[in-house]
């Protein structure tokens, strides 16, 4: 198999030496000749032999291509274009190069399970697939433009299609393949929208299309905290985490692939991050029901504060170190839980979290009222 796959090598070393007068067809049934020929011996070799012995002839046959391919590339791009004679060396170069572009796509067609996938592209390769993504995904921007998608989504997704194109990023067999099935697969998904999708059903879009990038991870794990945190009550949560979840879990994959085969799938990730932060709420329901049931504490203590006269009263204590919370966010869902004012029968984490960091004149002087008929109370008892 060694000598197999260097048979082209003898054709480009006379390539030079070929007078002009010799004739393109001729050369190129010689080349196809010879691709037939060690496509045949591949063939042969491989149906002989086990599974691994196998995958290192389609390995090595690959890496003999993709050298070849190498060395093609650079005697195209070495030889002086003007020079007498060149322009049919030229042309019988990118005829040959064409050719063993060929084999190895053939090779990845039919022997997907041995085929390398992991190998960088070629240059070549490399230049035609930036170029035929960039073409794609401004159509798929434009759609999503048109359609009002979330701008965060467009953005982070803009961002990482754009990173191909820098001259840093190398694009593997296994990405360039992925992004094959990516981009028309999304680009229906979005033609076939009657209406504007929303942030949670794009993002699910981008789930079923197996895109375990980590930026993409960060931006749903950034969304999933969003939307629990802007929720009015624990109640609420609860709910809007097993929405988020129950759409994770009832997205099915649109593509057999991933964007990194390495990590897991984006599905699974998201699935434990939302399970993470239902635990963690669910810590928070379970505490506050022990001490209630102990007596420790009542379901809802009424206050004659404002919501953000109480948030200020509570601040002073935990400066004070009265109160040792644990964590802001704790405190939070415990005052919303377990409090009301005169203003509401309920306070919201999110209304009490804005009120705890500011105050107003008015406010501070309502409480340091309070605490002075307490001072004044705790006198008497001297």
């Not at 191909?164 to 992925?178: A, K, P, R, S």
């Not at 001490?291 to 919501?307: A, C, E, F, I, P």
Request: glycine share 2%.
């Amino acid at each position: 198999m060694n000598d197999d796959h260097l048979n082209f090598t003898p054709i480009v070393e006379v390539i030079a030496k070929i007078a002009e007068q010799d004739t393109l067809q001729t050369f190129e049934s010689e080349i196809k000749l010879e691709s037939q020929r060690m496509t045949e011996a591949l063939l042969h070799l491989v149906c002989q032999a086990t599974a691994k012995k196998a995958r290192h002839h389609i390995s090595q046959y690959q890496q003999g291509l993709l050298s070849l391919l190498s060395a093609v590339q650079k005697a195209i791009h070495t030889f002086p274009k003007k020079a007498a004679g060149n322009k049919f060396r030229q042309e019988m170069l990118n005829l040959l190069s064409n050719t063993i572009a060929e084999n190895l796509q053939h090779l990845s067609t039919h022997f997907p399970g041995y085929f390398n996938w992991d190998i960088p592209l070629p240059t070549l390769y490399l230049e035609q697939a930036r170029i035929h993504i960039k073409k794609q995904a401004k159509e798929i921007f434009e759609n999503m433009n048109t359609l009002q998608i979330d701008a965060q989504i467009t953005l982070f997704l803009n961002n990482i299609i754009t990173a191909i194109d820098e001259d840093n990023q190398t694009l593997t067999y296994q990405q360039l393949h992925y992004w094959q099935l990516f981009l028309p697969a999304l680009r229906e998904m979005l033609q076939g929208a009657l209406q504007k999708p929303g942030s949670l059903e794009t993002i699910c879009m981008l789930i079923s299309l197996n895109l375990n990038h980590p930026a993409f991870y960060a931006f749903c794990s950034s969304f999933i905290q969003s939307e629990i945190q802007s929720c009015e009550d624990l109640t609420t949560q609860y709910k809007t985490g097993y929405l988020i979840k129950k759409c994770i879990t009832q997205t099915a994959p649109a593509i057999p692939c991933y964007h990194s085969p390495h990590l897991s799938p984006i599905n699974t990730a998201l699935l434990e991050y939302i399970t993470a932060e239902i635990t963690y709420l669910q810590s928070i329901d379970s505490i506050a029901n022990e001490l209630s049931h102990q007596g420790l504490l009542n379901n809802r203590y009424k206050v004659t504060l404002t919501v953000k006269q109480l948030a200020i009263f509570i601040q002073l204590q935990v400066s004070a170190k009265i109160i040792s919370p644990g964590s802001p966010k704790l405190l939070h869902e415990y005052i919303s839980r377990h409090y009301s004012t005169l203003e509401t029968s309920h306070i919201s984490a999110k209304s009490f979290k804005n009120a705890y960091y500011s105050a107003s004149t008015a406010d501070l002087e309502k409480v340091i009222d309070k605490l002075l008929t307490m001072l004044a109370i705790a006198q008497e008892k001297l």
